[in-house]
């Protein structure tokens, strides 16, 4: 990923934040987002202390003035974005008991605000701004393809998510799709799963080595990605 430009949103903690040290680990340029900017901060000053380069901004995805700030300033680090990683997401609730005839109003407009159209407002702001032969890609899991009672419109919301990156796909000329590294622990899924560390480099293959074809319009999963490298 060397001269890379990466944007990563969501990037405070958990997988955005993996996500980000391996792509800088890698040689590319990231920029990171968060509505936190001093977590965020502290992962840039993290991966520049270990010797990459990396820029922080505070920026909400649901707010796409605040994604059109953060996209022109991912452009004008390396004169055009080269990766788009839509992760960032919020979990209203404990994960597997958040059924969805028990789901408050307020949640649900959240999580679909956040999860879904959030993920629209980052692929259409970086979409002017994408250098040739970029790549987007939208973290998700089996949750949005196989209902469970006990993740109601969190669920909900990453269907969309993958709905978005579909449409995308067909209306850009950059492959647009869904990276699944199936369960990983994080504060938004639990404790369960894997470490986002161990995955992170999933998300470079997908970014750079994984055929175009199966990313744009797909779904490319730990399986694809295990098989692949092996």
């Not at 707010?63 to 700030?69: P, Q, S, T």
């Not at 067909?170 to 622990?185: F, N, S």
């Amino acid at each position: 990923m060397d001269d890379a430009t990466a944007v990563v949103t969501g990037a405070s903690r958990g997988i955005g934040a993996s996500v980000a040290r391996q792509f800088a680990a890698e040689g590319a340029r990231v920029v990171v987002c968060a509505r936190d900017g001093d977590a965020v901060e502290a992962v840039a000053k993290g991966i520049r202390t270990d010797g990459g380069t990396a820029r922080a901004v505070r920026a909400d995805v649901r707010d796409e003035f605040d994604v059109e700030r953060l996209v022109e300033v991912a452009a004008r680090e390396g004169g055009g974005i080269d990766v788009v990683v839509a992760n960032a997401g919020v979990y209203h609730g404990d994960p597997g008991a958040t059924p969805l005839d028990e789901e408050s109003y307020s949640a649900f407009d959240d999580h679909v605000r956040t999860n879904g159209r959030g993920v629209f407002a980052t692929i259409r702001e970086a979409a002017p701004h994408l250098a040739d032969g970029a790549r987007v890609l939208v973290p998700s899991g089996p949750i949005a393809r196989e209902a469970d009672p006990g993740f109601g419109s969190y669920a909900v919301s990453k269907a969309l998510a993958e709905a978005v990156a579909r449409q995308f796909a067909a209306a850009l000329r950059a492959p647009v799709g869904v990276v699944d590294p199936g369960r990983v622990a994080t504060d938004l899924a639990g404790d369960a799963g894997r470490d986002p560390d161990e995955i992170a480099p999933m998300f470079c293959w997908a970014a750079t080595d994984a055929p175009a074809e199966d990313l744009d319009g797909g779904v490319l999963t730990l399986r694809d990605w295990k098989a692949a490298t092996r």
